[in-house]
């Protein structure tokens, strides 16, 4: 039994630069990962099976088909190595932001890749196909990513920044969020993050204004360094200057009765 923690995704900054002929956007994103996410478990079994647990379950419920199991049957068709017993302990809210299905296909194609001796490198063109997100999260390291997110430039990150992410129990459709992008290209993603934005802020806003409130009362916090939506939202986040600050924003902001995350970088 393999057992892979999908670690959540951040967009640091996220510089939407274009519309592409092929429908995808033009991207420059820097990556970043928590230590916590959904906890996906695999077993070699006599026959396929695919079960949910976790409190966010629900949100999966009669989906059949989904990231998990076609990363799975992709892999199969490109390494073998038979049938699995899989389960995901879904841990992270449902189309938040923070690269839930993609963390779980990756985490998915990491377990099977350790249990059948296939290294990341070679699953790459697998998580490539399922998702822009995936192959980022296949190697769960901060880099910044460019094309769709998939062209990808490890750089040191952050390890052990304290976090806090937040998100507000709004779920926010990625493909509304970039509908609704301004087409307007304001610029290349800085060498500072801090210097950076999320241009899918503006439209994620429009769509949930909870998120005002969300990142309000996140820039509010003592300690904050840096305040940002995450991919297309509605999770929002703060990085810290320390442990006792993110635990005092965690416990501020408990009271509104958002899902709350104290973690840290990786």
């Given at each position: 039994?393999?057992?892979?923690?999908?670690?959540?995704?951040?967009?640091?900054?996220?510089?939407?630069?274009?519309?592409?002929?092929?429908?995808?956007?033009?991207?420059?994103?820097?990556?970043?990962?928590?230590?916590?996410?959904?906890?996906?478990?695999?077993?070699?079994?006599?026959?396929?099976?695919?079960?949910?647990?976790?409190?966010?379950?629900?949100?999966?419920?009669?989906?059949?088909?989904?990231?998990?199991?076609?990363?799975?049957?992709?892999?199969?068709?490109?390494?073998?190595?038979?049938?699995?017993?899989?389960?995901?302990?879904?841990?992270?809210?449902?189309?938040?932001?923070?690269?839930?299905?993609?963390?779980?296909?990756?985490?998915?194609?990491?377990?099977?890749?350790?249990?059948?001796?296939?290294?990341?490198?070679?699953?790459?063109?697998i998580a490539d196909a399922l998702g822009s997100d995936?192959?980022?999260?296949?190697?769960?390291?901060?880099?910044?990513?460019?094309?769709?997110?998939?062209?990808?430039?490890?750089?040191?990150?952050?390890?052990?920044?304290p976090v806090l992410l937040v998100n507000p129990g709004v779920a926010v459709s990625t493909?509304?969020?970039?509908?609704?992008?301004?087409?307007?290209?304001?610029?290349?993603?800085?060498?500072?993050?801090?210097?950076?934005?999320?241009?899918?802020?503006?439209?994620?806003?429009?769509?949930?204004?909870?998120?005002?409130?969300?990142?309000?009362?996140?820039?509010?916090?003592?300690?904050?360094?840096?305040?940002?939506?995450?991919?297309?939202?509605?999770?929002?986040?703060?990085?810290?200057?320390?442990?006792?600050?993110?635990?005092?924003?965690?416990?501020?902001?408990?009271?509104?009765?958002?899902?709350?995350?104290?973690?840290?970088?990786?």
């Amino acid at each position: 039994m393999i057992v892979e923690i999908a670690k959540a995704k951040l967009n640091l900054a996220l510089h939407v630069r274009a519309r592409r002929a092929d429908g995808y956007h033009e991207l420059e994103t820097l990556f970043a990962f928590v230590a916590d996410g959904d906890v996906v478990t695999v077993a070699p079994a006599d026959a396929d099976s695919f079960a949910l647990t976790g409190p966010f379950a629900a949100g999966l419920d009669g989906e059949g088909d989904n990231l998990v199991t076609r990363a799975a049957r992709s892999f199969r068709e490109k390494f073998g190595g038979g049938t699995h017993a899989i389960t995901l302990d879904k841990r992270l809210p449902v189309a938040s932001g923070i690269g839930g299905g993609s963390a779980d296909a990756a985490a998915t194609l990491r377990a099977l890749g350790r249990l059948h001796g296939v290294t990341p490198n070679a699953m790459f063109p697998i998580a490539d196909a399922l998702g822009s997100d995936v192959p980022a999260c296949l190697y769960g390291v901060s880099a910044i990513g460019r094309g769709r997110g998939e062209q990808l430039e490890p750089v040191p990150g952050l390890p052990g920044t304290p976090v806090l992410l937040v998100n507000p129990g709004v779920a926010v459709s990625t493909a509304e969020v970039f509908r609704r992008w301004d087409g307007i290209d304001h610029g290349p993603l800085p060498a500072d993050p801090r210097a950076g934005r999320n241009d899918l802020e503006p439209p994620a806003r429009a769509i949930a204004p909870v998120i005002d409130e969300v990142l309000d009362m996140l820039v509010k916090q003592p300690g904050a360094v840096l305040t940002r939506m995450s991919g297309s939202g509605a999770t929002c986040f703060a990085l810290f200057d320390g442990e006792a600050s993110r635990d005092a924003a965690a416990a501020a902001i408990a009271p509104k009765g958002w899902w709350l995350l104290a973690t840290s970088l990786t």
